[in-house]
């Protein structure tokens, strides 16, 4: 009976490994008054996983078995994606949301009985720097529940100024670590807002200021980060009214020149410089034809009419247009006219 019963554990044991090995393990990965907190004196919760070693029954056993196979495979995954960065700030945050995650689907409202237990296996020598951050992190966000009404009531600028106050008060300078990415992102944004204001400057000098405010935000990180977000970078300089209003008033090739320029700064290699030369040809073609097309279209809208008009319009488009003159009058029969829009140059 007892070699039965061994047996049916030994099998339970091989089904649920079998589970979950076909069973692809995934963490997603991913950034009135204030109710000020009191000082943080509060003991640490229990750090210890709720066990079940005192129970001898088959069932808590395979209960066991399971957990310690979860624990192992998502302490290998953590170790294979974090270990080599695990002392900075902003990657403990990033494990810690990844374990919350994982523990949260697993064990739902017991979740954060096993969190130190997860975090001392993947990481023994960590897991009481990253258990203490897990701590002011979740201090952080019962702030940001209890405050929410509050902080959507505030402007942009006061709420970006509560929450940087709020994570020194809980992080220290390493908060400045920990949403590195949004600081970065946030100096850059204002840096763009400052630009469209500068008065006296040209483009050059505008674009100057930028890349200098990109490097002082990114500091030794900055070309790396430049070259994950060239297009970004581009897209958002280019299109501040106040550089749109240089290059409407530069001639073709002063303009051509800037382009170029803004294309350098932001990291682009010889092949990528050619390629964007090309497309910016092109672009000027289609919007020299289209803005010829506008004007010809509104002569004969005056002169015509019925199917006479339709007729002129076809030919027209044709004329200008070749294979996207149906895509044109498709456009214009739901009363979209491309050629009506403002040209931003680099973009369109």
């Not at 006061?158 to 992102?185: D, P, Q």
Request: charged content about 30%.
């Amino acid at each position: 009976m007892k070699n039965f019963r061994k047996k049916q554990i030994i099998t339970s044991c091989v089904i649920i490994a079998l589970a979950v090995i076909t069973t692809p393990f995934i963490i997603t990965k991913n950034t009135a008054a204030v109710k000020m907190l009191p000082e943080k004196t509060s003991p640490l919760p229990l750090k210890t996983t709720k066990g079940y070693h005192d129970q001898s029954s088959s069932e808590d056993m395979e209960k066991d078995l399971r957990n310690d196979f979860y624990k192992g495979t998502a302490a290998s995954f953590l170790q294979d994606t974090y270990a080599g960065n695990i002392h900075h700030p902003r990657i403990q945050v990033e494990v810690i949301e990844e374990v919350v995650r994982f523990l949260k689907r697993k064990y739902q409202d017991r979740w954060s009985d096993h969190i130190y237990s997860y975090l001392e296996t993947a990481f023994p020598e960590f897991a009481d720097e990253i258990y203490n951050r897990f701590l002011n992190l979740e201090e952080y966000k019962t702030w940001l529940n209890d405050n929410y009404a509050l902080l959507v009531d505030m402007s942009p600028e006061e709420r970006r100024e509560m929450l940087w106050e709020k994570r020194h008060f809980f992080f220290g300078e390493e908060a400045l670590e920990i949403w590195s990415r949004e600081f970065k992102n946030q100096t850059i944004q204002a840096a763009l807002e400052e630009i469209d204001l500068l008065e006296g400057k040209t483009f050059d000098e505008k674009l100057d200021y930028y890349t200098t405010e990109i490097n002082d935000a990114c500091g030794a990180d900055a070309e790396t980060y430049i070259q994950r977000h060239q297009q970004e970078l581009m897209d958002n300089f280019l299109g501040l009214d106040s550089v749109q209003n240089h290059l409407h008033q530069m001639t073709p090739d002063e303009r051509k020149t800037c382009l170029r320029n803004v294309r350098v700064c932001m990291g682009l290699d010889d092949d990528a410089l050619a390629r964007w030369d090309k497309l910016d040809q092109k672009r000027d073609e289609r919007w020299n034809s289209g803005t010829d097309y506008m004007r010809e279209r509104q002569i004969l809208t005056t002169e015509y009419k019925g199917s006479v008009l339709e007729q002129k319009l076809d030919d027209l488009r044709n004329q200008h247009f070749t294979s996207m003159a149906d895509t044109i009058k498709n456009e214009e029969e739901v009363g979209f006219f491309r050629f009506n829009r403002k040209r931003v140059y680099g973009k369109n």
